[in-house]
C-alpha cells in the first residue's frame, strides 16, 4: 500500500482539505492579472508589463528604405541555428526585376517555431541585418502547419511593419525595436565604435538611432573617460585620418 502514499499529497492539496490553489489563470504579461488581481476594476483595460529591450520574440525578415529585400539568400542563419529550424533556400536575382541589391535573394525561407529557442544566434550570423527578432511572444498555432512560418509571413509589409498574423496577440510596440543588441556591439570588441552607427537602414523606420548605455555614450565611467572622440569618422568617402 505504499504506493497510495503518492497520492496522499495531491489529496491534501484539495480545497476540501484546506488546501490552497497554487496555480493562477495566465496574465497575458498585465499588470493586474500578474498581481492576481481578477476583480480589479481596471482589469479589462489592463496595459501589458513593458518589455525589456533586448527580449528575443517573433522574427521578422527586413527590407532597405526602398523596398528592398535585405536577405541575400547566404543561408548562414540556417548553418549557424543549433535547432536547426531555418531552412533558406537562395536563388539568382531577375536581371529585370531584381528583389535584393545582391547576385541572390532568399527564395524560400522558412521558421519552424515548434523548434526555434530564440537564441538569437541566426541575427548575429546575418551580414545584411536581414532577420531579426521583433518582441511578441504570444502566438498560439491551432495546428502544426502553422508554426512553419514561410517568407511571405516573415516580411515586412510595405510600412516596414511585421505581419499580423490572425493567431498572433499584437498590442502595439511590439517591433519597435527589433534585436536592439545588434545596435549595441562593436566591431572587433573595440569600445572606441560602441554607439557608432554601423548598420543599414530599415524600410519605414530609417536608419535605427543606437542603444544607449554603452561605453562611449556614457562618457565617464568606472572604466575612465570615453574614448568616443579618439575613434575614426566615416562618411561616403571613407574614414577621416
Not at 541575427?123 to 502547419?145: D, G
Request: aromatic content about 8%.
Amino acid at each position: 500500500m505504499g504506493y497510495l502514499d503518492g497520492f496522499l499529497v495531491t489529496i491534501r492539496q484539495h480545497i476540501l482539505f484546506g488546501g490552497k490553489r497554487v496555480t493562477t489563470e495566465y496574465s497575458g504579461g498585465r499588470g493586474a492579472r500578474k498581481k492576481g488581481r481578477a476583480t480589479d476594476p481596471d482589469v479589462d483595460h489592463d496595459t501589458k508589463i513593458a518589455k525589456p529591450e533586448r527580449l528575443h520574440g517573433r522574427h521578422v525578415l527586413n527590407r532597405y528604405e526602398d523596398g528592398m529585400e535585405k536577405c541575400i539568400g547566404c543561408e548562414l542563419c540556417a548553418g549557424v541555428c543549433p535547432a536547426k529550424c531555418i531552412y533558406v533556400r537562395g536563388a539568382d536575382n531577375p536581371i529585370d526585376d531584381p528583389v535584393s541589391p545582391g547576385e541572390r535573394y532568399g527564395f524560400v525561407y522558412e521558421i519552424n517555431y515548434l523548434r526555434c529557442i530564440h537564441c538569437d544566434l541566426c541575427v548575429e550570423a546575418c551580414p545584411t541585418e536581414a532577420i531579426t527578432e521583433s518582441k511578441l511572444f504570444e502566438f498560439s498555432f491551432t495546428n502544426r502547419a502553422d508554426a512553419i512560418y514561410t517568407k511571405d509571413e516573415l516580411l515586412v509589409g510595405d510600412d516596414g511593419r511585421a505581419q499580423r498574423l490572425p493567431w498572433e496577440l499584437w498590442t502595439g510596440g511590439e517591433d519597435d525595436h527589433t534585436s536592439a543588441w545588434m545596435r549595441a556591439t562593436s566591431p572587433g570588441g573595440a569600445a572606441e565604435y560602441e554607439g557608432r552607427v554601423a548598420w543599414s537602414g530599415e524600410l519605414g523606420f530609417g536608419v535605427r538611432p543606437p542603444e544607449l548605455g554603452q561605453s562611449a555614450d556614457r562618457g565617464e565611467s568606472d572604466l575612465g573617460p570615453s574614448r568616443a572622440d579618439d575613434a575614426p569618422h566615416f562618411d561616403e568617402s571613407g574614414p577621416d585620418r
